[in-house]
């Protein structure tokens, strides 16, 4: 996993409440169990106006214009600012992976599902969660101002509004170690690597038949 860095980028507005796992990445697309390929079907439903199919050309589909990840204003975003209890329904870590695949980094809303919320950690992305008048002033500087930007400082957790104003936010200091350092569950596994195979050692010279 790659280390989370403070970052500029222009803010995508998703202006839905209860946005579920299904939509995010519809269930015909969770045949794979690779984390990345996952992002041109990411609001399949939402972007596109025919139904994708697992192996299909995207580039040869038509696009839902009023979606807003299809519109030229929001191309390149990797913010995505959403309403109340993002990433609802099912449990698919496909959802993180999609996002992230498409190149969202931070997702910002008041509030999101258990589930979803850790699965963004451990794939580096970094849900944050700011209160309902924050997020609606967000929508509206973004709604009003095209190429609308954010500055995501998470070592001072800190939001850096286009005018300079700052936005805190908390963090748990352990997830948040985990991004700085890029450390998945693999990746803090490793970190005690010469403990495992030191183990591994003893274990074979004292019960030899088992391997």
Request: hydrophobic residues 40%; contains cysteine.
């Amino acid at each position: 996993m790659e280390k989370f860095t403070k970052f500029t980028a222009i803010v995508a507005p998703m202006d839905r409440a209860n946005v579920d796992t299904d939509a995010i990445i519809p269930k015909q697309f969770l045949k794979s169990i690779k984390r990345t390929g996952f992002g041109p079907n990411l609001f399949d439903e939402w972007r596109y106006e025919d139904v994708g199919e697992p192996g299909r050309d995207n580039s040869k589909r038509p696009l839902r214009k009023d979606f807003v990840l299809n519109q030229p204003r929001y191309q390149g975003a990797q913010i995505l600012i959403a309403r109340e209890n993002f990433g609802c329904g099912s449990s698919r870590e496909h959802a993180p992976w999609a996002l992230k695949d498409y190149g969202f980094d931070v997702i910002i809303a008041p509030s999101f599902a258990d589930i979803f919320f850790n699965n963004s950690f451990k794939n580096g992305i970094l849900p944050i969660v700011l209160d309902e008048q924050t997020v609606d002033g967000l929508f509206k500087e973004i709604f009003a101002q095209e190429g609308y930007e954010l500055t995501i400082d998470l070592e001072n957790q800190q939001i850096i509004k286009p005018n300079g104003e700052a936005i805190g936010f908390e963090v748990d200091a352990f997830r948040k170690h985990c991004l700085l350092n890029g450390l998945d569950d693999i990746g803090l596994t490793l970190q005690h690597e010469d403990e495992i195979k030191t183990f591994e050692t003893k274990h074979k010279a004292t019960s030899p038949w088992l391997f």
